[in-house]
């Protein structure tokens, strides 16, 4: 059975920091793409950034230079550091893994989600 299971949301105030981490279970890891994408309140589910097995990350352009997205193989665990968050942020934040290594934006081609991970960012 795949699980998904993400941590490490919160409230913080515009400019703070906040580290996600989702740990995988259930499928081979180091041969998924993962990849994070987050939901506001009334609006669609929005790409944040993709990793592929071995290869370079890629950002949505509203987060990049702020957001890292990163992978530990070895703990079958992916991690997106947030810096300098802005109210804008503020969404459900889900991880997602597709096994792959071709990368994609499309949230249709990842057959693998986590429940989410609430992020608030006060002004």
């Known amino acids: 059975q795949v699980q998904l299971m993400e941590s490490g949301g919160g409230l913080v105030q515009a400019g703070e920091s906040l580290r996600l981490t989702c740990v995988v279970s259930g499928v081979i890891f180091d041969r998924n793409v993962m990849a994070w994408y987050r939901q506001a309140p009334g609006r669609q589910r929005d790409f944040v950034a993709v990793?592929?097995?071995?290869?370079?990350?890629t950002y949505a352009r509203s987060v990049k230079g702020r957001f890292a997205i990163s992978r530990d193989n070895a703990k079958n665990t992916v991690y997106l550091q947030m810096n300098v968050l802005k109210p804008d942020d503020t969404a459900d934040y889900s991880c997602?893994?597709?096994?792959?290594?071709?990368?994609?934006?499309?949230?249709?081609?990842?057959?693998?989600w986590g429940q989410g991970t609430q992020v608030t960012v006060s002004s």
């Open positions: 997602a893994a597709r096994l792959s290594d071709w990368v994609t934006k499309r949230p249709d081609d990842y057959a693998y």
């Open positions: 990793i592929p097995p071995g290869g370079k990350a």
